[in-house]
């Protein structure tokens, strides 16, 4: 009796498994493809609701040389969006080590990247972001290294960046989309209309759609969407017209959770030119009382330029590069 009940258990648990398992798979069915894109902007619309700050830690090989000897670089975000309708950002820079030498004509070295022999290295330090219905303005703290031969840095130097844009060209959050896309979210914008769907065994969803990664750069999107985690994108592959292999390669994991928002945990975007980043998520949260993040983002955008800075327009058909003068 009691071996025919354990049995019966067993039988029960092995029933109540398929049953789940079934439904997991086809949860992703009952939704055609106009109401998936409709659902994948409200998602979108929500990770970037008003009022909520996220944190979170950039690290990629990425340089003015494309050469992996230059080290690891590490940036520390901030961004946040008001209920004015401001995107803000503010991204503290570090890097694995002091830049070093390279001779002219290696990897990515031009012969206007020396003074007196010596390798001009631009590295930044911090950048504050503002993208607002009257302003889009990038600043950038940026400081200069002159390396010798014998790899001894002999000379340094701070200068101040100003990038103007365009309303209409949201530069200043064309950039985060870098950043947004590993955290699985930010593709609706960049869809047409779906062209295909598959539910698969794993309970993700496949989808196809014909779109774009930005002006002139139109392709085909394949999403591979985890309906159990938020229709949070799990893998994101994108092909432009006339090429054979991925522009571009996105991936995610994980989920944290706070107030509402889902994002992913951790991410990777790949570009098919060799440029990587990865993505870590450190905090989600709901801003309560004054944005302060947003205050010091704008009193530094608001605060007078010093001597020296360069304040580059690109607001007219050819930008514009002027720099602050030293008053008399």
Request: net charge neutral; proline share 5%.
């Amino acid at each position: 009796m009691v071996n025919w009940n354990h049995s019966l258990k067993k039988v029960w648990m092995l029933a109540m498994i398929t049953i789940l398992l079934f439904q997991s798979i086809m949860l992703g069915i009952d939704i055609n493809g106009t109401e998936l894109l409709n659902l994948l902007i409200k998602k979108d619309q929500i990770s970037s609701t008003t009022g909520y700050k996220i944190s979170f830690i950039v690290a990629t090989q990425d340089n003015q040389f494309n050469d992996p000897n230059q080290g690891m670089h590490f940036i520390d975000c901030n961004a946040t969006w008001t209920t004015e309708g401001y995107f803000v950002m503010k991204k503290t820079n570090h890097y694995e080590h002091q830049p070093v030498f390279a001779p002219p004509g290696s990897r990515g070295y031009k012969f206007y990247d020396y003074y007196d022999d010596n390798l001009i290295v631009w590295r930044t330090i911090e950048e504050y972001v503002l993208s607002s219905p009257e302003r889009n303005d990038t600043l950038e703290k940026v400081k200069v290294f002159f390396v010798d031969p014998n790899n001894r840095i002999v000379q340094t130097g701070d200068n101040i960046m100003l990038h103007r844009w365009p309303i209409n060209n949201p530069y200043s959050t064309y950039q985060f989309k870098y950043y947004q896309f590993p955290m699985g979210r930010g593709f609706s914008r960049h869809l047409g209309s779906v062209k295909s769907e598959k539910s698969l065994s794993s309970g993700l969803l496949k989808v196809t759609s014909q779109g774009s990664h930005g002006p002139g750069l139109n392709g085909t999107w394949e999403l591979t969407i985890d309906p159990n985690s938020d229709y949070l994108v799990r893998e994101a592959i994108f092909t432009m017209e006339g090429e054979l292999k991925p522009t571009k390669v996105i991936t995610s994991s994980g989920v944290i959770e706070n107030d509402g928002i889902r994002l992913a945990k951790c991410g990777t975007y790949k570009s098919s030119s060799g440029f990587e980043l990865s993505i870590k998520m450190t905090d989600i949260s709901k801003v309560v009382g004054p944005n302060k993040l947003y205050e010091e983002v704008l009193s530094c955008l608001n605060s007078p330029l010093p001597p020296g800075t360069s304040i580059i327009d690109h607001r007219g058909e050819k930008t514009f590069i002027t720099t602050v003068e030293q008053m008399k």
